[in-house]
């Protein structure tokens, strides 16, 4: 218990370590990143405190500015839960659970980068998610690090700006068995062949006159990772090829809501491999942002079929019903609380509830 102490004592020290370096020098090194401390409660009865999954995570991340086009940045992540995992260096997922491993010490970001007017590109290890624009700023497509796990992306991003506010993007992954990657077991990235999924992505996040703030589709493309077949030796895989389309509408309400609005946004998806009653994902979510610039309440419904097998937020074969209210102190620091019911469609399997009480502080 004492080295898990002084190895977590270590890590504190290095965040702040790194943070005052950063501030010290001129402005082409910045610090950023954030910590989170929080419960997770997950359990088959109906209050969801069960499961004591309490955990702390911190990611303190460096830029370096070459000009004013080119950059470089790099970025640590650290994750231990309530057991205070012993200490572990690793530049790998965890092979069963694809993820960082609670106890260890890792790296989610490290890339170089160049943009302009007109164009951003990224080469490297990476975060990038589909986010809709709820206030839950998530995706049942492609969502990286969640409530408790650290995924990332190891390959390109290329986005190029459009006109009237639109803007494409393509992302090329390259995965292995122990690499992150927040997808569903359905998708198996250990064969022999090259392991990759691609997106393809447009989308427009400026306000019209009808106060729709994000519009826009994907499609993603993994090539001979979709494993099909009801035993071992009748597997085969196929190419698994997906589309998503998202919206999200805004509506200002500045005297009722004190600067405030009512947000709703929605995803709707498919494995195009599949038959719809399967493939399909449904998500809704209603709510008010942004009130009096410190509270955000949201409604959110999803519906997902066996064989929607993208971001791991989102059970397979399950419908679920999740409440959220986020409290903002300043724009760097917030809290979450959620109450979530997941219900299976299948026989035997009970229904999970899951809350969780977070607080994330940005830099």
Known sequence: MKSRIRYFFVAVFTVLGVHGTANAQDNQLTFYGDVRVGH?????????????NSLLRMRPGIKYLFNENHSFSGRLAYLVSVEFEDFDVSLEADYNNRALSYGTLGIDELYYQYSDAKN?????RFQQSFNVLS???????????N?????????????????NGWFGEAIV?????????????GLDFDGDHLNV?????????????NNIIQKGFTVMWAPHTYIQGSTVSDFIRDDYLAISSRIAYDLPKPDALKGGSIRIAGELGTNLHDRIENAYSMVASFGINNYADKHELMLELAKTGSQWLTASSYARNA????????????????????????????DGVANRYSTFIRATYKF
């Open 40 to 52: 997770i409660g997950n359990d088959t009865n109906a209050d969801g405190l069960g499961g004591n």
């Open 120 to 124: 951003l590109l990224k080469v490297g």
């Open 135 to 145: 206030n839950a700023q998530r995706s049942h497509f492609k969502f990286q690090s």
């Open 147 to 163: 409530a408790n796990f650290v995924h990332w992306t190891d390959g390109v991003q290329y986005r190029r700006y459009l006109n």
């Open 173 to 185: 992954e390259f995965h292995e068995a122990n690499v992150s990657y927040p997808y569903s077991f």
């Open 197 to 209: 999924a691609s997106f393809l992505n447009f989308e427009h996040r400026q306000r019209d006159e």
């Open 319 to 346: 419908d679920e019903l999740e409440i959220r209210y986020r409290y903002h102190f300043n724009p760097k620091f917030n809290m979450d609380f959620r109450y979530r019911i997941r219900d299976y469609r299948i």
